[in-house]
């Protein structure tokens, strides 16, 4: 059967500060998904958080970018903000950025990643969800995963996989899109795909076949980059095993942490820590960044999970390595590279300063 699996998310509201998610928010949210599962519009739903972000994953039979889901979502972020204004969460409906729903979430705030495909005989699915992070931070991690073969063997030695994926990857400053066949492109790819600020991989998709295997939420960057300066907070959903990465080559490139822009005021760089959902809780510096990943086999439609799969004491060692980066990063303080570059920076104060300072400013020959 078909199936689409869509995962929509906003903050729309923190606890405290910007590092969890109240869970009054969380059960208003239970009650918007339970209602329309009852009414027949979801097959199933899985209500989560990362962080201060608050993550509806949902199966059902109406495709993606459907009107109904997203207004559906949206109106259960518009509860959750209601919920949250009662308790005066920090930042209560950050993330909704229209006054009312106006045909397609896209552009309005939330991040919105779905696919719709042929549920196989065995289906695994993966969710990553990120907290204090933009989405380009899933740039290397889909291409280990996808055509690496130092991450995933299966390129190398499972023959439904060793003709390769096509990445499509968005120019988000441009507003325009790409697609490379890998392995062959890799290194054309890679001079784009390096810099995740700009160029986003949005999707990958099996060679042979062209079925869908990874979609991320770009949503902010690429749509809304003109009046909203922020981090995404993004999510992406990976299909596993059979003509896609085993669920162990899906999960390896996070074992080896990587510095993502995101951190404190979305402003600095740290290092991208794998941890259980109950462990997205960014404390330290409002941070480090953090992913989650949860695993659910499908049965026809059914999410059956999930399985925290970075509560695993194999990414213990990912997560104390994590540490030892965030302590090299913050040792630079207000300093490049662990502040962003000015024009990265989410808060600034450089027009400010410049013009305070302008006239004492002199030519020097
Ligand atoms: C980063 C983040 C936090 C806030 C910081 C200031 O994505 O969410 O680091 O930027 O706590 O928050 P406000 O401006 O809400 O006081
Ligand atoms: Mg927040
Ligand atoms: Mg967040």
Redesign the pocket.
């Known amino acids: 059967m078909k199936v689409t699996v869509s995962v929509i998310k906003a903050d729309v509201g923190g606890y405290v ?2 590092s969890e998610s109240h869970p009054d928010v969380i059960a208003s949210a239970e009650e918007s998904m339970s209602r329309a599962k009852k009414s027949g519009m979801l097959i199933d739903y899985h209500v989560t958080k990362c962080g ?1 972000d608050l993550e509806l994953i949902m199966t059902h039979q109406l495709g993606t970018n459907n009107e109904k889901i997203h207004k559906m979502s949206w109106d259960t972020f518009v509860a959750g903000t209601e919920v949250a204004k009662g308790l005066k969460l ?2 209560a409906g950050q993330d909704l950025l229209a006054d009312a729903f106006s045909g397609n979430i896209r552009g309005m705030g939330p991040g919105v990643a779905e696919m719709e495909f042929e549920e196989r005989g065995s289906e695994p699915i993966i969710v990553f969800m990120a907290d ?1 992070t933009s989405a380009g931070a899933w740039n290397m991690p889909l291409y280990k995963m996808f055509a690496d073969p130092f991450n995933t063997i299966g390129l190398v030695i499972a023959e439904n996989m060793h003709t390769g994926f096509i990445f499509e990857v968005y120019d988000v400053k441009e507003h325009k899109k790409i697609t490379f066949n890998c392995p062959d492109d890799i290194y054309d790819m890679l001079i784009l795909i390096g810099a995740p600020s700009r160029f986003v991989v949005k999707a990958v998709y099996h060679r042979e076949n062209g079925n869908i295997g990874a979609v991320s939420s770009i949503e902010r960057l690429a749509f809304i980059v003109d009046r909203y300066v922020g ?1 995404d ?1 993004p999510v992406c959903i990976v299909r596993s095993q059979g003509e896609f990465p085993a669920v162990g080559e899906v999960l390896e490139p996070f074992a080896s942490p990587i510095l993502v822009e ?5 402003s600095h760089m740290g290092p991208f820590m794998p941890v259980a959902v109950e462990d997205s809780t960014p404390s330290r510096f ?2 480090p960044p953090r992913v989650s990943a949860i695993g659910f086999q499908l049965s026809e439609g059914k999410l059956i999970g999930p399985r925290d799969m970075f509560a695993d004491k194999a990414f213990d060692y990912a997560r104390y390595e994590a540490n030892l980066m965030a302590d090299m990063m913050r040792r630079h303080g207000p300093f490049e590279p662990h502040r962003l570059p000015l024009e990265q920076m ?2 600034t104060t450089m027009p400010q300063v410049m013009k305070k300072l302008k006239g004492r400013f002199v030519d020097f020959k």
């Open positions: 500060g910007h201060d920090h930042g204090k981090k907070d995101g951190w404190m005021r979305g409002d941070g989410e808060y």
